[in-house]
């Protein structure tokens, strides 16, 4: 009897499953998604909650427009795993499959995607530090971050870095929660659930290594209100270095930024740096403190961050493929036979960006 191939939808559909319980912090934050094809360099417009104001009521109403903001996303990221197979390995049951090929490749590019999602950190102004081991008092002060800028309660997360996580296992306040429907990853990566935070850990949260500029301890910021720009003076005269993006710092009136573009050296102690947000009360030789070298965990809720996901059109050619959707997330496989090698080559691949809708929704924790 001839031997029963393997399909590309059977196998972009198992690969979609795969997909789906590996992520964590993809499924932390916003998604956008619609069945629509998309093209590599797309621009998505990512709608942002509408905010209003209670007023109190004096015998008239006072109607407030809806004005919902928009964010645009560029759909700018492919991940993709190709892999050679041998007409053998195609004669495979979907299980040993699955546990061959599938697996792995899905691993890495949900990895890849949680990664560029913890990228994100660099558009974070605000902080917060662990101060030595990570206890339940540090995560009360990130937390009153989020509750000074006004986070909504629900759907808060905090996820952390393999140091903090070691430091949290250790408390008994954390406690294990294994909650039926989410994916096997996410259970995995889940320590509990304290201060209004679900509490995750990941593998993928990113260090910062601060410029070198940001080691000086005798700068002040001069700076007009609503400029997206500040100069920075080391009183010293002759301190060089350089900030680079994502690097943070706080003005002796409490302000926070985020340095958004690598700035150029420093003259005579003098650089000038584009940051976020905009200045608010003007800064006239304001002192700064900054954040030094640290692991960025991320507290935010989830409207802080977008993952925006669209499926790939199938090849023109005469590559057999197909493209799976399902609950907001979207994968395409092709497959094709290689004459040089003499080997099919199945390509898994994923269309999507990612973008910080809300900056002051998060904060970093920092060690």
Known sequence: MANTFLTTQQIAREALLRLRANQVMARLVHTDFSAEFGSFGDTIRVRKPATFAAEEFSGTTSPQNIEEGYVNVALDKI???????TAKEMTLNIEDFVFQVIDGAMQAIAQKIDTDLHGLYVDVPYSSPVSGTATLGDIA????VLQDNKAPQAQRRLVVGT??????LGLEALTSINRAGTGSA???AELGRVMGFDIFASQNVRDHTAGAYASLTDVT????AAATSIALTST???STGKLLKGDIF???DGQSFTVTADSPAAVAGVVTVAVSPAVGTALTASAVTFVKSHEASLAFHRNAFAFVNRPLALPAGGADGYVTSFKGLS???TQDYVMSSKKNLISFDILYGVKTLQPELAARFTR
């Open 79 to 85: 991940a993709d795993v190709s892999v050679e197979v």
């Open 141 to 144: 002060k990130v937390r009153k």
């Open 163 to 168: 140091e903090t996580e070691a430091d949290l």
């Open 186 to 188: 996410l259970r995995e």
């Open 221 to 224: 910021a001069t700076a007009a």
């Open 236 to 238: 010293a005269g002759a």
């Open 250 to 252: 706080t003005t002796a």
């Open 331 to 333: 994968l395409r496989v």
